[in-house]
């Protein structure tokens, strides 16, 4: 059974700079769409980043942009976002997820995805 594992959140200071990681079991791992979605206490799940299979396509939330990089490595299963100057408005728990149907388009929803991590928390403190 496929899995996603998220690592590298933490407590750090606005400004800061932090890279999750996601690791995804099983080998078609280069197959999938993957993104990174994040949920703050009482708020809905938003979409963060994602790539494509091959890694050529990136999209972002305007947010994150310039500050947040998503990257993958296919040989190692992995998928990573390294976050840059963070803000307090970043505190959320992090989510991978994986459209594992291969799509042609890259999602943005959470209904695009359909395997998900048990996230991992990120508080940047101001």
């Known amino acids: 059974q496929v899995q996603l594992v998220e690592s590298g959140g933490g407590l750090v200071q606005a400004g800061a700079s932090l890279r999750l990681s996601c690791v995804a079991s099983?080998?078609?791992?280069?197959?999938?769409?993957m993104a990174w979605f994040r949920q703050a206490p009482g708020k809905e799940r938003e979409f963060v980043a994602a790539?494509?299979?091959?890694?050529?396509?990136?999209v972002y939330l305007d947010s994150v942009k310039g500050r947040f990089t998503i990257s993958r490595d296919n040989v190692k299963n992995t998928m990573y976002l390294q976050m840059n100057n963070l803000r307090p408005e970043d505190t959320a728990v992090y989510y991978c997820?994986?459209?594992?149907?291969?799509?042609?388009?890259?999602?943005?929803?959470?209904?695009?995805?359909?395997?998900w991590g048990q996230g991992t928390q990120v508080t940047v403190s101001s």
């Open positions: 790539i494509s299979s091959s890694g050529r396509t990136t």
């Open positions: 099983g080998r078609m791992f280069s197959t999938y769409h």
């Open positions: 997820a994986a459209d594992r149907r291969r799509r042609i388009v890259v999602g943005k929803d959470d209904r695009s995805y359909d395997l």
